[in-house]
């Protein structure tokens, strides 16, 4: 079951230092873009000039990433230099945090422990910088734990700066209804929960195509602790006319949300990597003054947004062949699509799908496999979705591992929320097809005849398909 807040958590870790400094990802939506993008980007800066000549004498940041729900297998969520970290590493770790949370009695819920493997992990392989996102709100998630200054039981020699130090950065994403039950039913509410990750001092990158009522929140948490909100019109160490070339390259690209996750993910990224204990103190004078030659950070401002293009998203929008498992030919659109705001940046892909082989440009009809969790509004995520004369293959994903609490609503469930949002129920082909996610997927491609067909409504149905495709293999 989900169980918010930091007391156990807080026991859990409470003698374990985490010198790595951390990036930690609030928001609802494009959390898991903006954490992969800002990987990219510490990964680009490691591969750049400025870092190869100069940044902290040659040597590369060692860089890790937390998210959540895993895909696949359940430690594929930790990564550290872009790389799963093997099971015998997450085992061993994992089965020390077990054996901590029962000796001691302390009842931590599965994600706290899984919070606390990663965490673990990343101090025994001395990492420099750890990308964490929030799993649920912010305030209480497990992960809040970093820069915690209380309860904590610090060896001599340590203070709480090289103990648990505050984050480096604090990015935010769009802020949409989700998770009413436990973080709120206003926007209001819900953002101040999720800006109670933001530490006094720590620099805020948010979103700022979020409505007024999520940036104002944001602003006065920010205020209130004495947080600078990272301006995108004044990024330090560059020019003027570099920053402009910067802006202009962000707002070029097409995609509104891509754009919006990239932009946050480079404030973010250059924020972090412009701290001394990152760029290195033998970069800077005694007044803090950058002394590199600004054509190495111009360049390495470039480098950083090159790999925009180039990163990728499992179960995001993602073009997917899965002719192993079922024979077409054709490739699928698979995403995660589950709440409101997700499925209308799914929408907009779909409709060029629609459009795609149609010279008329009419709408065209999409094949659908579709699953939800018992706890989302199906209604919610279908409506800007389906369109009369589509079909949909309703299913059930499988136990996901580690979160016994996640159930899929039920497919028939399903299926009477798709035919409420469609002007002409009757025109729409429809399917329960129970838990076989194989079968589904199977009698969709049937139905859909090489025609354009999108696998969505759950991440957890995403690792459902994932995972029978790497069985085909």
Not at 267 to 280: C, E, F, K, N
Not at 379 to 392: F, N, Q, R, T, Y
Not at 415 to 421: D, F, G, M, R, T
Request: aromatic share 6%; glycine share 8%; proline share 5%.
């Amino acid at each position: 079951m989900i169980e918010l807040g930091l007391q156990r958590i807080s026991r859990l870790l409470a003698k374990n230092a985490f010198p790595w400094r951390a990036i930690h990802v609030a928001g609802t939506n494009g959390k898991g873009s903006i954490c992969a993008y800002i990987s990219a980007m510490l990964e680009a800066s490691n591969n750049s000039e400025w870092r190869l000549r100069h940044g902290r004498k040659g040597s590369p940041l060692k860089h890790a990433r937390f998210t959540s729900p895993h895909l696949v297998d359940r430690w594929d969520c930790i990564s550290i230099n872009q790389q799963v970290v093997p099971f015998s590493s997450f085992d061993k770790v994992e089965k020390d945090v077990l054996t901590r949370n029962e000796k001691e009695g302390i009842g931590a819920s599965e994600f706290e422990v899984l919070t606390a493997t990663a965490f673990e992990l990343f101090a025994q392989e001395q990492v420099d910088v750890a990308v964490v996102e929030v799993g649920m709100g912010g305030r209480l998630d497990a992960t809040n734990v970093i820069g915690q200054s209380e309860g904590l039981n610090m060896p001599d020699g340590y203070d709480i700066e090289t103990f648990r130090p505050a984050p480096l950065v604090t990015p935010i994403s769009s802020i949409g209804l989700d998770h009413q039950a436990f973080l709120g039913n206003t926007l209001e509410d819900i953002t101040r929960e999720k800006a109670g990750i933001i530490k006094p001092g720590v620099p805020v990158v948010y979103d700022d195509s979020n409505p007024s009522q999520v940036t104002d929140v944001l602003q006065a948490v920010a205020s209130e602790r004495g947080s600078p909100i990272v301006d995108r019109n004044r990024l330090p160490r560059l020019s003027k006319p570099k920053i402009t070339s910067i802006v202009s390259r962000l707002n070029s690209i097409p995609s509104q949300h891509t754009k919006q996750n990239a932009t946050v993910a480079f404030l973010a990224a250059w924020t972090a990597l412009l701290h001394p204990q990152l760029i290195g103190t033998d970069l800077t004078n005694g007044d803090g003054e950058g002394m590199l030659p600004e054509h190495f950070l111009g360049d390495l401002a470039d480098d950083m947004l090159d790999v925009i293009s180039i990163t990728t998203f499992p179960g995001r929008q993602q073009m997917l062949s899965i002719e192993s498992l079922t024979g077409r030919r054709a490739d699928i659109l698979l995403d995660g699509a589950h709440n409101a705001q997700s499925a209308n940046a799914l929408a907009s892909a779909v409709s060029l799908l629609r459009k795609e082989s149609t010279e008329d440009k009419d709408q065209k009809s999409i094949t659908w496999v579709l699953a939800a969790s018992d706890t989302k509004d199906a209604k919610e995520i279908l409506s800007p979705l389906l369109k009369d004369g589509d079909a949909i293959f309703a299913v059930e994903f499988g136990p996901v591992d580690g979160m016994p609490w996640v159930r899929p609503l039920p497919a028939s469930q399903l299926l009477e929320a798709a035919k409420a949002v469609v002007c002409s129920p009757g025109s729409l082909t429809v399917q329960d097809c129970g838990r076989d996610v194989a079968g589904a997927l199977r009698a969709a491609c049937i139905n859909s005849s090489g025609g354009q067909m999108v696998v969505a409504g759950s991440l957890y149905l995403v690792g459902d398909v994932l995972r029978l495709l790497r069985g085909a293999r």
